[in-house]
């Protein structure tokens, strides 16, 4: 600590920085020595509490990290003693925090808290398959990036009471039926790890997809997927599905700016100005996709990453490598055995081969049945007979896209191609 | 002869328990506890934190909740001792789950016969698991189950299996209601529902990844369901 105490507002900047870095790190450890789920989420809340009152009058400290992780910690001590059933538990956090107050010795995979990274047993806690995917999924983001119950809510649209209902239920259970605090034995890991990045990737989605809602919640949903998955990707090195998933993240994220136009509407990935992709993303992307596939373990979310970092290596749509992304389509609809996967399959065999060529693959698709009702597979089947010129199925098919399709955005995309394809009727 | 009580509630059930279902429960406990006709029991958490395992195609599937969604939840058992599935159903009807829910009652068949249990080891979790048919599951899939001795076998040795039974059928299970002091018994389990209880098995386990492990090596895993509902332990909400 130096000098003349900083600004407030430049303190809040920093308190919010080490809020993203710490928090996850905070509870995790806090749960794991004392057990109690609720008691890690106040005593981390308050120990933020503290730095914003304190840091502007004495300073950032030097370890911003240990300084939250113990004065959290204090205060579960404090709580503890006060509850006074709870001995052993007071005794283990004391040692702790002895441990931790030499500055010689810090622990061994201990960063600038002092403390060993329990990050990884909480993921796998919260992402338990014992738990409904909707209660892992706010149970994530809750306790390990710290968004509040009232912003969760916001993000998956329920009334709050029900997302905070959600979360007492999630604890009850956990403690109930006393689903472990541990990270799986490595046995166990290739059963449970998909789990976990499906977690994440919903989350990265829902962010993303913009189904609907406010736009500063999911860009900050965006991030914190990635944040995490970038924990994951560091704890679990021999997993090279979860740095798949990072890269797939990111590779989509550094799309982000170009996706919308300044009205709010979709632009295709044909239609998106190329120079405003974050090209520093798609490189760090890249590296990722990279030590991934090195593991020589394949799986559907390094595909999915080599499929988007063919689009992101491409400096025109023209030039996209599309029959090496229909090729890439082909082995994850073998592996998932997904409609999804087969539909954007057919898309990229269109732009390989031909609309024609891709409207035969989605015609097998539509006698399958499974995507009825999904707005994509009409506005796809207009699309390729829009290029066909074949305008007036085209646009009874865009018709009944834009009827299916859930948000803005989507709709007026739709309804702007209808009227391309429309034969004027005045 | 044994059978099970298995004492169902609405959802709300704790807040039906007042001062007069207290004391029918405790005078039920010092009546049957003192003439041997209770043998083991006790109440159960509710649907909220039951966990339902399958195996199909090699794959485990592990999900949340119970394994079939009722109006009146499992709320405890008890296994009784006495001659005749008709005095089985007047100790059903003068428990207080019977106007509170419902109580059904299923003869145990085959096996030991089921014995008190001491209090769980340190830091160990009791579940109930309950072993039910699958309506997803056809008549010639499920003639290819294996029999279940050797899971019973291994689980007994190692000490996760306390005991356990395979039920009467459905068919043969009478449940009891009492409404405005009088007593309906009907032919038949307490949900209407196309997955049925089969049987039962009582385990001891370190934490719910034991036990679901344990479920998911039981035969009727591949051809039926296996809920793991965990005990009610004494002053937990």
């Given amino acids: 600590m130096s000098g003349a105490p900083p600004a407030v507002s430049v303190v809040e900047t920093v308190v919010a920085d080490a809020f993203r870095q710490e928090w996850g790190r905070i509870t995790a450890a806090l749960i794991h020595q004392t057990g109690d789920w609720d008691l890690a989420e106040e005593c981390a809340q308050d120990a933020f509490a503290r730095a914003l009152l304190r840091w502007p009058r004495d300073g950032v400290p030097d370890r911003p990290g240990a300084w939250l992780m113990t004065v959290a910690r204090n205060g579960a001590i404090d709580r503890l003693r006060r509850g006074s059933t709870y001995r052993a538990k007071v005794e283990e956090l004391a040692v702790m925090a002895t441990r931790e107050t030499g500055p010689s010795d810090p622990d061994p995979g201990a960063d600038d808290s002092g403390v060993p990274d329990e990050r990884l047993r909480l993921i796998f806690t919260c992402c338990h398959p014992a738990l409904a995917m909707e209660a892992q999924v706010a149970l994530t983001l809750r306790t390990l990036t710290g968004l509040s119950t009232a912003e969760i809510a916001r993000a998956f649209l329920v009334p709050e009471a029900t997302m905070a209902k959600r979360l007492v239920r999630a604890k009850h259970k956990i403690a109930h039926a006393r689903i472990p605090y541990r990270v799986p034995p490595a046995g166990a890991l290739p059963q449970r790890v998909p789990g976990v990045l499906a977690v994440l990737y919903l989350v990265f989605n829902e962010g993303y997809s913009a189904s ?173 007979l829009r290029r066909l010129g074949r305008n007036e199925e085209a646009a009874s098919a865009y018709e009944e896209a834009a009827a299916l399709a859930s948000t803005g955005p989507e709709r007026r995309f739709l309804t702007a191609r209808l009227a391309e394809v429309r034969p004027q009727h005045t | 002869m044994q059978y099970m009580l298995i004492h169902t509630g609405a959802p709300d059930l704790d807040w039906a328990w007042d001062d007069e279902a207290w004391a029918a429960l405790r005078s039920w406990l010092d009546e049957t506890i003192g003439s041997g006709v209770s043998i083991e029991g006790g109440p159960l958490q509710l649907d909220a934190d039951a966990t339902t395992v399958k195996v199909r195609n090699g ?56 014995v008190h249990l001491p209090e769980p080891g340190a830091g160990q979790t009791r579940y109930m698991m309950l072993v039910c048919t699958d309506p997803a599951v056809g008549p010639q899939e499920f003639a290819h189950i294996e029999p279940v001795g050797p899971w019973v076998a291994a689980m007994d040795r190692r000490g996760i299996r306390l005991f356990g039974s395979v039920l009467d059928p459905p068919g043969a299970a009478r449940t009891v209601r009492v409404r405005d002091k009088h007593a309906i018994v009907t032919d038949g389990p307490f949900a209407e529902t196309k997955e049925q209880i089969a049987g039962f098995d009582v385990l001891e386990c370190a934490d719910l990844d034991e036990a679901i492990e344990a479920a998911a090596k039981h035969p009727m895993a591949r051809v039926g369901l296996l809920e793991v509902r965990p005990f009610r332990r004494l002053g937990e909400d």
């Fill in chain 2, 59 to 114: 794959q485990l599937i592990i999900t949340d909740g119970p394994y079939a969604e009722t109006k009146e939840q499992i709320a405890g058992f008890d296994v009784i001792e006495c001659a005749s599935l008709e005095e089985a159903v007047q100790w059903a009807g003068r428990h207080p789950h019977s106007w509170m829910g419902a109580v059904e009652v299923r003869a145990l068949v085959g096996g030991p016969p089921v």
């Fill in chain 1, 212 to 384: 609907a809602g406010d736009d500063l919640i999911r860009r900050d949903l965006c991030d914190r997927a990635v944040a995490l998955t970038q924990v994951l990707a560091e704890l679990l090195p021999s997993e090279p599905e979860a740095k798949g998933l990072l890269a797939l993240m990111l590779f989509h994220r550094a799309r982000q700016a170009a996706r919308v136009n300044d009205r709010g509407d979709l632009v295709t990935l044909e239609d998106q100005d190329r120079t405003r992709w974050d090209h520093a993303q798609i490189e760090v992307a890249r590296g990722y996709l990279e030590a991934a596939v090195a593991a020589r373990r394949p799986g559907q979310y390094q595909i999915q990453a080599a499929i988007a970092g063919c689009h992101a290596a491409a400096p025109t749509a023209q030039a996209t490598d599309w029959p090496r992304i229909a090729w890439l389509y082909r082995h994850l609809a073998d592996l998932t055995g997904s409609p999804v996967v087969e539909l954007n399959r057919a898309v990229a065999v269109a732009m390989a081969d031909g609309p024609a060529a891709g409207l035969a693959l989605l015609q097998r698709l539509e006698t399958g049945g499974a995507l009825a009702g999904y707005y994509l597979l009409p506005a796809t089947r207009a699309d390729f």
